[in-house]
């Protein structure tokens, strides 16, 4: 059920599997492109009228489709409204599968390549553009016979280059700032005098980090639904006293998970452990990282936060979580 598929993408003369030789032999996606007249069977062609979409992915992603009308062929780049037919597949492996290297039926059987559109008309397609040895023997055939086509040349003068994509740089940019807000904003701080603070739900769970809603029931702590927003800030400063409970420094580890080898944004830069860890006087977990030897690291071992010298509001002021009978 497969065979078309592997017409399509390439024949191997006689089963033999050898990789297609030669000057039509390409290392890239756009030598393929940049070639298509040379792979071109007019005669096969006649009557014919498809579009073929090439959606190319991976190391060098690109499209552009082939358009035949009667026994002429005409390429573009960029994506077709309505095309005929088409493929989806890595460049690495269509590479391969261009010069004859990889199997195209197992690679399609192993999800390397995907067909879209109608598969009668791709099944045309395998006899009018060929690739691996059949593009090879074509393209000497009509090289030994003085009628090699002339490649589509494009305004520039260079044969089907890039130059008719336009581009134009993008840089992606948060250009605002947001407040921490009256809770963050206060767990931040805290951590700056080295504290840490939870805050009370009304069932009196604690919660670490502080949020103001309760997690349960995504209620708001305090009811700020009748003040201006300006004031907001006032509402909770009044209600803390009630509602920030300090917990901690030290806290039973819950679960963990090892970092063998930390990369350039990890917190410590030798192995260590991310842990959920329940500080003592709260009733929720808060992620950070356990300096630690792998052999002592387990669940319902005690730690206790350890200090950045320098602290500035944020959650590396606490540098880590260490053994406690260690610290």
Not at 64 to 86: E, M, Q, W
Not at 138 to 144: A, C, G, S, T, V
Not at 197 to 215: A, K, W
Not at 232 to 238: G, H
Request: with cysteine.
């Amino acid at each position: 059920m497969f065979s078309w598929i592997c017409r399509l993408f390439g024949r191997k003369k006689s089963g033999d599997g050898k990789a297609a030789g030669g000057e039509l032999r390409v290392g890239s996606i756009r030598e393929f492109f940049d070639t298509l007249e040379y792979r071109f069977v007019p005669e096969a062609a006649k009557k014919a009228h498809i579009v073929f979409q090439y959606t190319i992915t991976g190391n060098e992603p690109m499209e552009f489709y082939a358009v035949i009308d009667d026994g002429k062929l005409s390429k573009h780049l960029g994506r077709h409204d309505k095309p005929t037919c088409g493929i989806l597949v890595d460049s690495d492996d269509y590479i391969q599968m261009i010069n004859g290297d990889m199997n195209p039926r197992l690679a399609y059987l192993r999800g390397k390549m995907k067909l879209v559109g109608r598969k009668m008309a791709a099944q045309k397609i395998q006899k009018m553009i060929l690739i691996g040895p059949d593009a090879e023997a074509h393209y000497q055939k009509m090289k030994r016979a003085g009628t090699l086509p002339q490649l589509q040349q494009t305004d520039s003068g260079s044969a089907a280059g890039l130059s008719e994509s336009l581009t134009a740089p993008y840089r992606l940019q948060f250009t605002y700032q947001r407040t921490t807000g009256p809770v963050i904003g206060r767990f931040l701080t805290g951590l700056r005098e080295k504290r840490i603070e939870g805050i009370r739900c009304p069932d009196g769970r604690v919660i670490v980090p502080p949020t103001e809603y309760d997690p349960a029931t995504g209620r708001p702590l305090v009811d700020t639904s009748t003040v201006q927003p300006g004031e907001a800030a006032d509402l909770w400063a009044r209600a803390g006293s009630d509602l920030f409970v300090e917990v901690g420094p030290a806290g039973t580890v819950e679960t963990w998970s090892w970092v063998h080898e930390p990369g350039p944004a990890h917190p410590l830069n030798k192995p260590f452990a991310f842990a959920l860890i329940r500080l003592d006087g709260a009733d929720s977990a808060m992620l950070h990282c356990v300096d630690a030897d792998r052999s002592t690291m387990t669940s319902g071992m005690r730690v206790i936060a350890e200090w950045n010298t320098d602290r500035v509001g944020a959650i590396t002021d606490i540098r880590c979580f260490v053994p406690e009978e260690a610290a």
